[in-house]
């Protein structure tokens, strides 16, 4: 057993999809299975180490974002809808049969399934996805004769460039000495002959390929930063290794869960005030705010003609637009009590928008890290901001009932004092 129980400076304990690549985001495998050790084990992230070790393409599927009623096995897109990287060969190119085929027998794993060959593993999941039969003992040329009903076709169609795309991936990546013959083949343009879609005309493995390549390239740009003997270590390190770390950073936690479904699910509501500089100072990124009062908010989001902006994402202001009379504001309205997370204090041009995000009930401990699904928002939200100076004031939530139904600090007392929970 390796006992290098350090990592060198400078270096990275590897990224759990490079540790173990045959494995997929959501597998039980992380939970469960050999790979919990290391993720039990894995160092806290930061921002730094996910852009020099960004995930895989197919780790970041959402099924919520897609309008298809349901994935097929094998199915987890790299964009949306499935459509091909590329569609053309380029006039230098090359054979790829040479190296590889769909059907060359060398074992290979994706979470609890082994697979024959990368055929196998795309008619396996056109097979079973469509029968409900996953038994992957099924012999080939049951899985070969097999058509998919008439009704399921344009479904199949729609997912079946993805599903080659990761028996691609999953195989190239278990494979190192298949890996570098990819790689080598530069920018190439990748052709391969065979008589059905997947080559031809279509060449949609050959796409593939080429995409597959493209995608090593980006996740194992930094490869030599990684520290492979403590890396060793950690796969097999008993009583876990006790780091500091922030649940909220780990994709499989219950945490980072909360999280991201907080912030996908959250609308966005504007609250403009005239703040004095003093009380706006006290903000800062990662506070917990608790507010006694209701908080009033608006929807109809347009230019400022305040100094400052509360930007509030939320899933629980009640809509209270229905029980306006004679006003057109939009009006939603979050509870006593409730509690918000300051996730940005931004100004352009003389104006400042603060990004406050509406906690559920229960579940503050989740939010009291900053992660980095958090940045990423605030790093759209700041775009978004700055786009957005130069659009029309809403000349209903702009006039002076409006502006004082909005004039307390949230969070805080008019003297700046913070409210205590």
Known sequence: M??????????????????????SAITMGWRMGYGEDYRMNEPPRTREFYELFPQPQNWMFEKRKFNSPR??????????????????????????NDFITMSDEKEFQNDTHMFR???HMVLYSRY???????????????LRDYEVP?????????????????ACYYKIMQDEDLKKKLLATGDQSLVYISDDEWGGEENLFGFAL?????????????????????????????????????????????????VRTILNGSSRYVRDVNLNEELAAKYEPGQILMERGFVDATN?????????????LSQYMADLSQFEHGTDWGLHTANRNSKFKVLDIFTYEGKTQIVLLHLPDGFVEAFENTTDLEEMMVKKLRKQFIKSSDNDPIPEVNTPEWHERCSFPIGMSDEGEFFKD
Request: proline residues 5%.
């Open 2 to 23: 390796n006992e290098k129980e350090y990592c060198d400076e400078g270096k990275y304990a590897a990224p759990r999809w490079l540790v173990y690549p045959q494995f």
């Open 71 to 96: 994935e097929v096995l094998m199915g987890f897109l790299w964009r949306d809808y499935g459509e091909p990287k590329y569609s053309q060969i380029g006039d230098d190119w090359r054979i790829v």
């Open 117 to 119: 060959s990368i055929e």
């Open 128 to 142: 079973g996805s469509f029968t409900g039969n996953y038994s992957v003992d099924t012999q080939i040329e049951v």
């Open 150 to 166: 008439e009704s399921e076709k344009d479904r199949w169609e729609e997912f079946k460039y993805t599903v080659c795309l990761n």
């Open 210 to 258: 080429m995409e597959v390549r493209d995608e090593i390239r980006r996740i194992c740009e930094n490869e030599d930063l990684i520290d492979w003997e403590y890396t060793e270590y950690l796969k097999n390190a008993y009583p876990y290794v006790q780091h500091d770390k922030n649940p909220a950073e780990d994709p499989q936690s219950p945490e980072y869960n909360v």
């Open 300 to 312: 109809k989001i347009g230019g400022m003609t305040t100094t400052h902006r509360y930007l509030i």
